[in-house]
């Protein structure tokens, strides 16, 4: 598969999507406390190294995607390809990922479909995927589908929407190299 260097283009309706998630997400998580801005703990899941993931996780994963839509209204970048991985927080979402590989994708490939909308149904995408997260994780709503965003963000970038198309230990292995090596 190995399509990293390939300039994907995320569809504009999962950069809306996205953008709205963290938004939502954002006002859930943050408020000001006297003259400070805190941050409320929401654990979603531990791994297996005892590494907590969280929803500012999450939230820290869209950040620099709507930081870098909002200064190009033209067609800004949303996160580029190429530092997913270096980020810390990039590679604790594609453990998250690994992690949880075999749910993700039975609820990504429903049905055995190979076309699943990680292109261009992308709202139908992260809300199918947002409600199976929310509901297996024990989260709101609104986590979930920041939870979503990130990882069809993730899948779109690392499989260029044939996610549903290869097999599974191909994806594991096209994962494993992008927690390795990163996007080139």
């Known amino acids: 598969m190995n399509g990293h260097g390939d300039n994907y283009e995320i569809p ?25 801005l805190t941050v409320r ?5 531990r791994l297996r190294d005892g590494t907590e993931v969280t929803a500012h996780n999450f939230l820290q994963f869209l950040e620099p995607l709507t930081r870098a839509t ?17 980020l810390v927080v990039g ?4 453990r998250f990922v690994i992690e949880f590989f075999d749910l993700i994708r039975k609820w990504v ?6 076309n699943f909308p990680l292109s261009h149904k992308a709202t139908f995408g992260i809300t199918s995927l947002a409600h199976e997260m929310a509901s297996h994780f024990g989260v709101h709503a609104e986590v979930g589908k920041a939870m979503a965003a990130s990882v069809m963000l993730l899948l779109l970038w690392a499989f260029k929407g044939a996610f ?7 994806a594991m292995k096209e994962l494993w190299a992008l927690l390795d090596g990163g996007l080139s």
């Open 12 to 36: 504009d309706e999962l950069r809306r999507e996205a953008r709205d998630a963290e938004a939502v997400l954002r006002k859930s998580l943050t408020q000001v406390s006297g003259k400070f």
């Open 41 to 45: 703990h929401v654990p979603i899941a």
């Open 70 to 86: 909002a200064l190009d209204t033209e067609r800004g970048p949303i996160l580029p390809s190429q530092s997913v991985a270096r």
């Open 91 to 94: 590679r604790l979402i594609i």
């Open 109 to 114: 490939c429903k049905n055995g479909k190979k």
């Open 164 to 170: 549903c198309r290869v097999t599974a230990s191909e």
